[in-house]
């Protein structure tokens, strides 16, 4: 089942965000972030226990970005990272949001879903907001992708 999250599910949406930037793969979001964004958060719950996240932050009137995407490795494989990706460009639609993208490791995942690998220039407000503080900057190896809402 998947649901806006609750402030109540905060702890736990940093727990899994945690497991995933220690291992390099997600960049680390404080607690207090999550708190500030929990609008933006999706939980996938099994058995009443929250086992994927992902997120849908606005931009721009036309430019939203998938965050934080991350399904527990036990749970992995089984659709649950599709479903949230797609519920996510679900409320994009009803926002009105013409563009949605994502910064990843696995462009294949997202090209499945339609996304197509595009150049970071295509985000000004994510590069000069967010990207500009991010510790691997100059060094970044995520990979761009977008998809146009119809």
Known sequence: MIRKATVKDGEKIFNILQTFAIQGVLLPR?????????????VYEE???IVGI???HVFWEDLAEIKS????PQHQNKGIGKKIV???LKEAKQLGVEKV??????PEFFQKLGFEIVDKSEFPQK???????????NDCKEIPVMIRIK
């Open 30 to 42: 404080s607690l207090n972030n999550i708190y500030e964004n929990i609008r933006d958060f999706f």
């Open 101 to 106: 993208f994502a910064l990843t490791y696995l």
């Open 127 to 137: 590069v000069w907001t967010e990207c500009i503080h991010c510790v691997k900057f």
């Open 69 to 72: 995407l991350a399904i527990l």
């Open 47 to 49: 058995n009443g226990e």
């Open 54 to 56: 992902g997120s849908l």
């Open 86 to 88: 797609k519920h996510c």
